[in-house]
């Protein structure tokens, strides 16, 4: 890390891209913004020094930019702002870049970025066997061994995916905020779509945590992340951590292990 800079993660999801200003370890900012794939270089640059300016930070305090993207139209655009605007050619999270990880998948090129830097930081922090539970607009669940491989994991639809599903499959039920119920027996068409989608979901995550952890065949630490994670957290005794920050913290790592 160059002394004094400031390093700018960005991780790039399908409906959510989340910044984190990082000054050595310590996230001093972070901000989420729409995954608008039109959107231009200059657009992004614009948003970038509002948030800066609101912050009370300085756009030249960067000295280097990590991103990790999931949406392909994203990260060429995302890549030249930080050529014009930050004066720093970005490390990319792909193919060739050191990760200190061993990935096990079949064809580890298939593995998004951001998992790999769920799983750099959950072993970072954690150790293993571990099992990572992001929950974004997919929710995928990503199994670490406690040599910090990367083993694989599960994809499932998010609850965003799945709400909009219902509200457009159906004539008369309305579009709910995804938060815990009142009770799990609803008492009016609100609560019982949440109820639905909030216990439905809780069961389909500890479904899966509970398979993973015995086929990892020894006691495996389970940590939280994403954007809904904090919400279910409150009601997921299964969950041993829960760190928002988790793929921000994976990308400062791997931008550490790529001077």
Do not use: C
Not at 52 to 67: A, C, D, N, S, Y
Not at 79 to 96: D, T
Not at 226 to 248: H, I, K
């Amino acid at each position: 890390m160059n002394p004094g800079g400031r390093l700018l993660a960005i991780d790039v999801g399908n409906t959510q891209t989340v910044v984190g200003l990082f000054e050595g370890e310590e996230i001093r900012a972070s901000w989420r913004l729409g995954s608008v794939a039109r959107r231009t270089t200059d657009e992004l640059a614009i948003l970038m020094e509002g948030l800066f300016r609101l912050g009370g930070h300085r756009m030249e305090q960067v000295k280097r930019v990590v991103i990790a993207s999931v949406v392909p139209p994203l990260g060429p655009t995302l890549e030249e702002m930080s050529r014009r605007y930050f004066g720093v050619a970005p490390l990319v999270v792909g193919p060739g870049v050191r990760t200190g990880i061993a990935i096990k998948y079949d064809n580890p090129h298939e593995v998004g970025a951001d998992r790999i830097a769920n799983a750099v930081a959950g072993h970072h922090l954690y150790g293993g066997p571990l099992v990572v539970v992001d929950f974004g607009t997919a929710i995928t669940f990503d199994a670490i061994s406690a040599r910090g491989e990367y083993l694989g994991g599960a994809i499932s639809p998010g609850f965003g995916i799945a709400l909009e599903a219902l509200v457009d499959r159906t004539a008369r039920l309305p579009r709910v905020e995804p938060v815990m119920p009142p009770s799990v027996i609803g008492r009016n068409t609100v609560h019982s779509i949440q109820a639905g989608m909030f216990f439905g979901y809780l069961g389909l995550v500890r479904e899966i945590v509970d398979r993973m952890k015995a086929e990892l065949g020894s006691p495996a630490r389970v940590v939280a992340t994403g954007g809904q994670s904090v919400a279910l957290a409150s009601q997921a005794a299964f969950f041993d951590e829960v760190n928002p920050d988790l793929t921000l913290i994976g990308l400062r790592l791997i931008a550490e292990r790529n001077p």
